[in-house]
């Protein structure tokens, strides 16, 4: 087929896709971790996409923000060999065969953290020392433990230096810690949407989103498990606050605007107001709704406290006196820093906090403002310019 | 005393003490409510300061927002006659004897609206026609309900124009509804910090704190005075985010940054982390728990419904495909509006739409932005280029 060829040439190969199978790892040596407790044996799960090569020099490791998993890129398959629909990993934007993170060329690594509730242990595992359900006695973590957690498995995986660590958010978080606790073993930092530590605001939408799950009277002080019953109520409206400060106030108001929920539309009524205060009148309260329902059915209210105060916690220039510039002396690796200019979350004046204590240090940094007007989410988002400027960093890594 | 005089020449007369009384007015005729009910009996609370002049032209209305009042200046005397401690009124830096809206030349009315739970009729009161307190079935208000009882107040006192009406926020929202309603009733009108409506960012923080409080157990679908509980949890997720989006990020940043609380200093012990989920680490977070524990002692859980509806419902260029100009053609006050820099919730951008909805009707309108770092909260602050602008406003209204 000389037109299928010819297309090829021009395009390159045809999308391959790629299928995803989670992993886990048991670790029995004692996890010491920077609160004071300890984990005396743990699992990690976690998948990898693409060939580690013969010098196992092309390896990169993807850490992950709040809500998200190991489950970075591909699809699963269902028991009968079928694609599981809605299964794309949660970077499969820009990982995958021929994507700007191209696993054709790296052995890509995603890894659930320690705490969370998609598989690696946490809150809702049993404490092999008393048997129970951890619940709120799940030890709090933070960037530091997650990286060193992850040191152990790219050990037991026999890496001994990454060709990159790439995060967006809290991930991009643990990117540049991974620079500041092992610098030997990191040759690029992928920092995309992050923070050298969250401003007051931050922690304060942080707070409210954990004060409503703590006070949620399902909530039995972190030992809801034994009540079989779920903080729901906390859950919903900690997701919803997440919704809104994930998107930009530009792109709330195109997507939804003041638009009414259609029933009005359905009932062929005239699209009037209901006059309630109780029920759904705009769409933007269905859709937040929505989103908390769903959040609700998964995700688990100990893990939503943990993730949320390492957030809080990581500040790698406190011990420094605040001077960024200094905490950041010890990292060699190369940089590549992304933001975006309506995130107002992490916003493009933190990324340029960054980018400025690492040139203090003379390391070499790229870095990007993306003029999107996806506020914080941009991160996960397919704009072209961010894929484009992803593209070709990775293009000039070498291996 | 010649020293005194020579101070009095030079600064003019020493302050006043405004001493405020809480009034009260019965209305015993229907009001037919835009959302199709009707309160056939209410009582309205306010405060009047300064007197009115024989032509009756100096009456200025105050209108209030989401969680103010009828004592807009002055203070309150207790039972021996000595001031109450921190009973300003909301506004008093703004209101007073020689102050920008001078109560020695204006007659200013404060009013507490309807489903307030500051004195006016509210869900907490008894509906004539079944005995039984409102609670949930107090009817939903509109900005535009409000001004229609703000006017009957006036008919009562036999003012049949006002000088101004002024308002910040919400009550801005007000200012603006009576120059359509009822223009030839108004010389002039002051919107502060408002917005033609709200963006659907600001409904999304509404329904969020709404929905807090509706899914709060105590709550009972607004039924909870029967069962003689308050839904607090609810009311202090509802604030923590109010004040979080009142508030821009840098005052946040400057008055809390990334301080611990101070329990640290207090045993002595290092500035470390306490590394703890569930309990206060931050100041930030103790700064919005007690600010959260506060609202929830006094505030009525359906007042909040019906005022966040009323500010999710007000939208006059609705009933004109969207057009803002042709919303404010019968509009024939004397405009002055402000906004202030920092304020996220109703950006400067909004108040320049009316401005730009203003004139193309040929109207007078003056604008001030104010490079205030306060964001919301600035309407209710005294940064001093706000009053100067407010004051200058005032001393060219002709009475």
New interface residues.
């Given amino acids: 087929m000389p037109g299928l060829l010819f297309f090829r040439v021009l395009f390159g190969p045809l999308p391959v896709t790629l299928i995803a199978t989670p992993q886990s790892m048991h670790f029995a040596t004692t996890l010491e971790l920077?609160?004071?407790?300890s984990l005396q044996a743990y699992d990690l799960s976690y998948e990898t996409y693409g060939q580690l090569n013969g010098e196992k020099s092309n390896a990169v490791l993807v850490c992950h923000a709040l809500n998200a998993s190991h489950h970075v890129a591909g699809v699963y398959l269902d028991a009968s060999g079928q694609i599981q629909p809605r299964s794309q990993g949660w970077w499969d934007t820009l990982i995958g065969p021929g994507k700007p993170l191209d696993t054709d060329r790296f052995f890509v690594i995603g890894v659930n953290n320690l705490g969370s509730c998609f598989g690696s242990t946490g809150p809702m595992h049993r404490n092999p020392d008393t048997g129970e359900v951890y619940g709120?006695d799940f030890p709090?973590l933070t960037v530091e433990d997650w990286v060193r957690a992850q040191a152990r498995l790219l050990d037991a995986l026999g890496i001994e230096q990454l060709a990159a660590v790439i995060g967006g958010s809290l991930g991009g978080m643990q990117a540049l810690s991974w620079t500041l606790q092992y610098p030997q073993r990191v040759r690029h930092a992928v920092v995309v949407a992050s923070a050298p530590?969250?401003?007051?605001?931050n922690?304060?939408?942080n707070?409210?989103a954990?004060?409503?799950i703590?006070?949620?009277?399902d909530f039995h002080?972190?030992h809801f498990y034994r009540h079989q019953v779920v903080p729901k109520?906390g859950l919903?409206?900690a997701r919803?606050?997440g919704?809104?400060t994930y998107?930009s106030?530009d792109v709330?108001?195109e997507?939804?605007?003041?638009q009414l929920r259609a029933w009005a539309e359905q009932v062929g009524a005239d699209r009037a107001?209901r006059?309630?205060?109780?029920e759904v009148?705009?769409e933007?309260?269905s859709y937040?709704?929505h989103q908390?329902d769903k959040f609700a059915e998964y995700f688990d209210a100990?893990t939503y406290?943990?993730i949320t105060?390492a957030l809080?916690?990581f500040?790698p220039a406190?011990d420094f006196g605040g001077d960024l510039a200094r905490a950041f002396a010890p990292a060699c690796a190369r940089f590549l820093l992304v933001s975006f200019t309506t995130d107002?979350r992490f916003s493009p004046r933190r990324s340029r906090e960054l980018v400025r204590a690492l040139l203090d240090n003379q390391r070499d940094v790229s870095y990007a403002e993306i003029d999107a007007p996806h506020g914080h989410d941009a991160f996960l988002l397919d704009d072209p310019r961010y894929l484009a400027v992803v593209r070709s960093y990775f293009e000039q890594v070498r291996l």
């Fill in positions: 920077a609160g004071g407790g709120a709090v530590n969250l401003t007051a605001e922690i304060a939408f707070e409210v954990r004060r409503a703590i006070t949620d009277p002080a972190g109520r919903r409206i919803m606050i919704h809104i998107l106030d709330m108001n997507k939804f605007g003041r107001y006059f309630t205060t109780q009148e705009f933007i309260e937040l709704r908390g100990n406290l943990l105060r809080d916690y500040d406190r107002w």
